[in-house]
């Protein structure tokens, strides 16, 4: 298994409750296949710039051991997300 580190921004104008349900989806496909480090959500942010007509989102981020396969759908997953604005995963060196 490789160190992944996922950072991810959430829509600002979605429900609390609605944020929380894409966080435990995103969590739940990396569990399927791996296994979380670290998880924080770091709340509300002005964006440095303009994405998709938003200033702001909330942003996520996950450290995780899993195999190349969870990363791939994590990435599908998250291209076809409304809730999610921007995605990065990179392999953790530290």
């Known amino acids: 298994m490789r160190k992944y580190e996922v950072?991810?921004?959430?829509?600002p104008d979605i429900e609390q409750e609605a944020v929380q349900a894409a966080?435990?989806?995103?969590q739940g496909i990396i569990s399927n296949g791996g296994e979380i480090t670290k998880?924080?959500?770091?709340?509300?942010?002005?964006l440095a710039y303009e994405i998709k007509k938003f200033r702001d989102g909330v942003y996520v981020l996950v450290n995780f051991n899993a195999e190349?396969?969870?990363?791939?759908e994590l990435e599908?997953?998250?291209?076809?997300s409304d809730e999610v604005?921007?995605?990065?995963?990179?392999?953790?060196?530290?």
């Open 7 to 11: 950072m991810y921004i959430i829509r």
């Open 23 to 26: 966080v435990d989806k995103f």
């Open 39 to 46: 998880h924080e959500v770091q709340g509300k942010r002005r």
């Open 68 to 72: 190349p396969a969870v990363v791939t």
């Open 76 to 80: 599908r997953l998250m291209k076809i």
């Open 85 to 94: 604005i921007r995605y990065l995963i990179t392999n953790d060196v530290a």
